[in-house]
C-alpha cells in the first residue's frame, strides 16, 4: 500500500460510504432537534455541529472521489401507485 494511493480500496469505499450515511443523519438530527430545544447553551452546541459536521461531510466527500466504482442514476422512476 502506498501512502497516496489514487483509488480506495473496495472495502474502504463501502466504509467511507456508511461513515457519510451516518454523518448525515446526524446532520439531519441536530437540525431537527434544534427547533425543539429551549436552552440556549444546549442549541448553541447543536449549532456548532452543524457546522463542523457540514464541514466533515465536505471532507469526507472529496475522499469518496477516489472510490473505484462509479454508477449511473437510472432516468426511468417507478410509477406511483397513488394518484
Do not use: W
Amino acid at each position: 500500500m502506498t501512502n497516496s494511493p489514487e483509488h480506495l480500496a473496495g472495502h474502504e469505499s463501502l466504509d467511507l460510504h456508511e461513515v457519510i450515511n451516518f454523518k448525515t443523519l446526524c446532520l439531519a438530527k441536530s437540525k431537527l432537534m434544534q427547533g425543539l430545544v429551549f436552552d440556549q447553551d444546549l442549541k448553541d452546541l447543536m449549532q456548532k455541529d452543524v457546522i463542523q459536521s457540514m464541514q466533515a461531510l465536505q471532507d469526507l466527500q472529496a475522499i469518496y472521489t477516489k472510490a473505484p466504482f462509479e454508477t449511473t442514476v437510472p432516468t426511468h422512476r417507478p410509477t406511483p401507485i397513488l394518484n
